[in-house]
């Protein structure tokens, strides 16, 4: 098999606490990602996407199904899967360098052999100038640059994305769409990346999946074989976002009653 | 000149005005006699009276007692506190046990405690030292506590993601995130702590700042009186001064440039 993930089966149900009725977030959710691959997944707020992406990252435990990364299975968070927050969740305590050092120091890598990592992904980033800035100090999409080096420093087999550019200006997230190709195409990442934009996913992605209202269900996956650098003007763009914004419309008016997902916030963290 | 030139200058001229007013009232008083002088003795007054002091070789031996006894009470709070309070803060269990015995000794004045201290412990040094220690305890283990419960989960899963054992999340993320609240704590226990420790020595001592102000009062030295809680003062000022320094030296992250330039 040449998937580097796997989805199989995935459902998930929040049980609350204060004896609400149970969630059902996610349903019978199936995926598989080959080495590579840009896959987007696209759905209306509280489809359960972000809940897919926790799931993946080893933050969740699914209440049925399994996921398979590189042929085994997880069973919890790791550095083999780089994560990427919708806000830029870096250390602010740490300079610039040291956010993007963090994963190899906690592997035991020598100092020296850090540095190189370090100021090798933050010039893939083009932010080598930054190296010793607080985040305090960089703009939205500077911190989710470093964010994006952050990962890339554990040399994960894939990259998962939840909506790391929703926070930012329209013109900045369109310099951080273009900014993500380039670094895709440079480091032949998998990435998995999780957004309510039809616009994003058609200008990033490979394939978009398509996800239902709650309980979230794959509704459809379209490949998009588009030419990049990708023009969000370009006809077949445009034939596409029509299909995709036909596609979404129901699962938004069917989702309209939806409450917000519990994937985001889950509270007090047990480790 | 800029701003901040200015901003100093006038902190410093408005001290220079209130000990310069002080001075010249005292000498206005002394020529009258308005109110009786000796209760009222001027700044230059007391310089003269902490000059005899330091020639008589008590004035050190107040300032390094008093010191010695806060600084051993604020240590021992501080090495109880810090690591109980990371703790409660990070289990809830734990949290559910010690909170409720925290709430309960939390209301009492320290200094209610004192005679009980004393009878236990006797009228040494280990009476006035753990009392300072025990009140110490309390702004820094809550401060610590509420520093380790507000950390952002999201910095959690992001330490995780990034292959980030439980020691490693505690030293690189937990530690430094609660370390603001932390120093807070730190800085409200050490005021707390030398209010203790002067009312312990004005009961109960036979050397440090409050015994001399106690002693003083019995011989009418109304001069040494004030120079006790001058220097008191000064003392205070001092460690706050240099805690807040400190802090800005270990927080740095949390302030921006454009602030720090304000």
């Not at chain 1, 997880?74 to 250390?91: K, M, Y």
């Not at chain 2, 806060?70 to 240590?75: L, P, R, S």
């Not at chain 2, 730190?186 to 420790?197: E, H, M, Q, S, T």
Request: proline share 6%.
């Amino acid at each position: 098999m040449g998937y580097e993930l796997q989805v199989i089966g995935v459902r998930k149900v929040f049980r609350p606490e204060d004896g609400r009725a149970p969630l059902v977030a996610l349903e019978r959710f199936d995926l598989a990602i080959e080495k590579g691959e840009f896959v987007c997944i696209l759905g209306p707020s509280g489809c359960g996407k972000s809940t897919l992406l926790n799931i993946v990252a080893g933050f969740l435990v699914p209440t049925e199904g399994q996921v398979i990364l590189d042929g085994v299975e997880v069973t919890g968070s790791g550095r083999d899967r780089g994560v990427v927050f919708q806000e830029h969740a870096l250390f602010p305590w740490f300079r610039v360098w040291q956010n993007v050092e963090f994963g190899p120091k906690m592997a035991g890598v020598n100092p020296a052999e850090r540095a190189r990592i370090a100021d090798r992904y933050l010039d893939l980033v083009g932010l080598g100038a930054f190296r010793a800035a607080f985040p305090k100090e960089l703009s939205g999409g500077m911190k989710q640059r470093v964010a994006i080096a952050r990962a890339l420093a554990n040399d994960p087999k894939i990259l998962l994305m939840d909506e790391p550019f929703g926070s930012l200006d329209a013109q900045t997230r369109r310099l951080m769409q273009d900014e993500l190709t380039k670094i895709w195409t440079a480091t032949g990442k998998t990435i998995l990346f999780v957004t309510h934009s039809i616009e994003e996913s058609l200008l990033l992605a490979d394939r978009v999946v398509v996800m239902t209202a709650r309980p979230g269900r794959i509704k459809t996956v379209l490949p998009a074989p588009l030419t990049r650098p990708r023009s969000d003007v370009a006809p077949d763009f445009v034939a596409l976002k029509a299909e995709l914004q036909g596609l979404l419309k129901d699962e938004i008016e069917a989702g309209g009653e939806a409450r917000p997902t519990t994937g985001n916030n889950p509270g007090r963290q047990t480790l | 000149m800029n701003p901040k030139f200015w901003r100093h200058a006038l902190r410093t001229a408005s001290v220079l005005v209130f000990l310069l007013a002080w001075q010249a009232g005292s000498v206005l008083n002394a020529r009258y006699q308005y109110l009786n002088p000796i209760l009222f003795p001027s700044p230059l007054d007391m310089v003269r009276a902490a000059y005899d002091e330091a020639v008589q070789g008590i004035l050190w031996g107040d300032i390094g007692a008093s010191l010695a006894r806060v600084f051993q009470g604020f240590g021992i709070g501080a090495v109880v506190a810090i690591p109980l309070g990371c703790a409660t803060g990070y289990f809830r269990r734990l949290e559910d046990c010690v909170d409720p015995i925290v709430e309960l000794f939390r209301p009492i004045p320290p200094l209610a405690l004192l005679p009980l201290f004393i009878i236990w412990l006797g009228i040494g040094e280990m009476s006035k030292v753990l009392l300072i220690a025990f009140s110490t305890f309390f702004p820094i283990f809550l401060n610590t506590t509420e520093g380790v419960r507000s950390i952002d989960p999201i910095h959690l899963r992001a330490a995780l993601s990034l292959g980030a054992n439980r020691s490693q999340i505690f030293t690189n993320v937990i530690i430094r995130s609660a370390l603001p609240s932390i120093i807070v704590g730190l800085r409200l226990g050490f005021a707390l702590g030398f209010f203790v420790l002067v009312a312990a020595e004005l009961i109960a001592a036979d050397s440090g700042l409050g015994y001399r102000i106690q002693e003083s009062r019995n011989f009418f030295l109304v001069d040494r009186m004030f120079v006790g809680a001058a220097i008191i003062g000064v003392l205070g000022f001092s460690f706050n001064y240099a805690l807040r320094r400190l802090e800005d030296l270990l927080l740095r992250w949390r302030t921006t440039i454009v602030q720090a330039q304000a």
